[in-house]
């Protein structure tokens, strides 16, 4: 009995040296790797439309005529993009497509953008970015009181948190990105929040 317990307590200690050692290779293989030279993602995305209101406002209408409201929202839309990464730096391309609509009408947001995203180390499969957009946007508004299509500049910043899945996809659990974005009136407040996979390739 005595040399059961033995072995008991051996097999115990013997059991916690190899998971240590498995889990210490793990790590040794995940950071000698390095990080993956390329990224593309696609994401599910929402966007703060931009006020068209301030230019198509009537004063005193006329009986049946429109007051001059627009869509405004938060629309809905897709992005996706491309990244160049060194170490813990990487160039973005980013396109998007957005659209909201109500009893006013509809708008539709498309951003083409780039700009530079700066990586944390991975930790327990999870690593945080910020970032720097700088491009132009397709506005179109289609209303009773205005219809229109136009380009105008953004300029964005923010940041989100990436989980590692396997060796080369990501979940981007969030992202979330404030803007100042070109309207009829003037610079507004635009941004919000995304999610979605992240496919990495290729190693320096």
């Given at each position: 009995m005595r040399w059961l317990g033995y072995w008991c307590g051996m097999s115990k200690h013997l059991a916690l040296v190899i998971f240590l050692?498995?889990?210490?290779?793990?790590?040794?293989?995940?950071?000698?790797?390095?990080?993956?030279?390329?990224?593309?993602?696609?994401?599910?995305?929402?966007m703060?439309?931009?006020?068209?209101?301030?230019?198509?406002?009537?004063?005193?209408?006329?009986?049946?005529?429109?007051?001059?409201?627009?869509?405004?929202?938060?629309?809905?839309?897709?992005?996706?993009?491309?990244?160049?990464?060194h170490e813990?730096?990487?160039?973005?391309?980013?396109?998007?497509?957005?659209?909201?609509?109500?009893?006013?009408?509809s708008t539709s947001l498309a951003p083409?953008?780039?700009?530079?995203?700066?990586?944390?180390?991975?930790?327990?499969?999870?690593?945080?970015?910020?970032?720097?957009?700088?491009?132009m946007y397709r506005w179109s508004v289609r209303s009773g009181s205005a219809n229109f299509t136009t380009a105008k500049g953004i300029v964005s910043g923010g940041g989100g948190m990436d989980i590692r899945l396997t060796r080369h996809f990501l979940w981007r659990a969030l992202e979330v990105q404030v803007a100042i974005a070109g309207a009829q009136n003037g610079p507004l407040l635009s941004g919000g929040p995304s999610t979605g996979i992240v496919y990495q390739f290729g190693r320096h």
């Amino acid at each position: 009995m005595r040399w059961l317990g033995y072995w008991c307590g051996m097999s115990k200690h013997l059991a916690l040296v190899i998971f240590l050692a498995c889990v210490t290779t793990m790590s040794w293989s995940q950071s000698s790797e390095g990080p993956s030279e390329f990224e593309i993602y696609g994401l599910a995305s929402g966007m703060r439309t931009v006020d068209a209101s301030g230019t198509i406002v009537t004063q005193n209408p006329a009986p049946n005529q429109s007051l001059g409201c627009a869509p405004t929202g938060i629309a809905s839309g897709v992005r996706t993009g491309f990244v160049w990464r060194h170490e813990n730096v990487g160039l973005v391309a980013d396109i998007g497509f957005h659209k909201y609509s109500d009893h006013t009408g509809s708008t539709s947001l498309a951003p083409l953008r780039a700009g530079v995203r700066i990586y944390s180390e991975e930790r327990f499969r999870t690593s945080f970015f910020g970032e720097g957009f700088l491009g132009m946007y397709r506005w179109s508004v289609r209303s009773g009181s205005a219809n229109f299509t136009t380009a105008k500049g953004i300029v964005s910043g923010g940041g989100g948190m990436d989980i590692r899945l396997t060796r080369h996809f990501l979940w981007r659990a969030l992202e979330v990105q404030v803007a100042i974005a070109g309207a009829q009136n003037g610079p507004l407040l635009s941004g919000g929040p995304s999610t979605g996979i992240v496919y990495q390739f290729g190693r320096h």
